[in-house]
């Protein structure tokens, strides 16, 4: 009787152990984010980050010549409005000192002369695709315009939203490696975003005379897509050749 009883006991035991562990729950390891560098022609350094197959800048980019050395046209951030409304050719302009990257009109983008790192590029519209694809966005919704996804614009976003306004929805886990900030914006007209609560980002491609380009905003959670005038500043994020 004894035996019978500990033979239960052990079995008992067994099954129980058994349950626990198959039962515990699984702890999703963390992203291994893959990162490097890359130098623009006056030699600023920028972080890089491996996202699917693609290389792309965890920074804005922030050069003020193309890579044969010719200097883009400043315009000031205190100049009026119509100063930047009325810029002939490539002009960028520069908000809190290009904390977070300049802001460049899509005349910078279609000089052949080239304003991205050696070996690097503008993203066309579709590469923006592939990246927001590759961060949970299905393939049916990108291809929409205004604003796609769930959560995608968290992923995205600088971890913890540092940067971003305190308590807005957007919190970003930075999932990526992305690390998004508000970079702000500049309309065709010259108006200023001073807030800090947004972020554009020119693609290099067209739809007749306007560019295509991606939108952050502190109070969403998703991307948003759209194309607009040429004349606007947006920030750049540059992708490997």
């Known amino acids: 009787m004894r035996a019978n ?3 239960l006991s052990l079995i008992t035991a067994i099954v129980i152990c058994v349950c626990f562990t198959g039962c515990k729950k699984k702890e999703t390891p963390p992203r291994v984010i893959e990162t490097s560098t890359v130098t623009d ?7 890089t980050v491996k ?10 980019l922030a050069v003020t010549r193309f890579n044969d050395s010719t200097a883009l046209n400043f315009i000031d951030i205190n100049s009026s409005d119509s100063e930047w409304a009325n810029a002939s050719g490539a002009a960028y302009t520069s908000l809190n000192n290009g904390q977070y990257g300049f802001l460049y009109n899509f005349a910078v983008i279609e000089n052949t002369k080239n304003i991205a790192p050696e070996g690097w590029h503008v993203p066309t519209d579709e590469e923006w ?3 927001e694809k590759e961060i949970g966005m299905s393939s049916e919704e990108t291809v929409l315009l205004g604003w796609r996804g769930t959560n995608e614009a968290n992923k995205l976003a600088a971890l913890n939203a540092i940067g971003w306004p305190e308590g807005a929805p957007l919190f970003g886990s930075d999932e990526y490696g992305f690390n998004a900030k508000p970079g702000g914006c500049r309309s065709f007209s010259g108006e200023i975003n001073l807030q800090g609560n947004i972020a554009f980002w020119w693609s290099a491609s067209t739809d007749g005379n306007e560019g295509w380009y991606r939108y952050i905003d502190a109070n969403q959670t998703r991307i948003f897509r759209q194309h607009t005038y040429k004349g606007y500043g947006m920030n750049i994020r540059c992708i490997k050749d």
Not at 41 to 47: L, S
Not at 51 to 60: P, T
């Open 41 to 47: 022609i006056e030699g600023r350094e920028y972080k």
């Open 129 to 131: 695709l592939m990246l």
């Open 5 to 7: 009883l500990n033979l």
């Open 51 to 60: 996202i699917g197959n693609q290389w792309w800048m965890a920074e804005n």
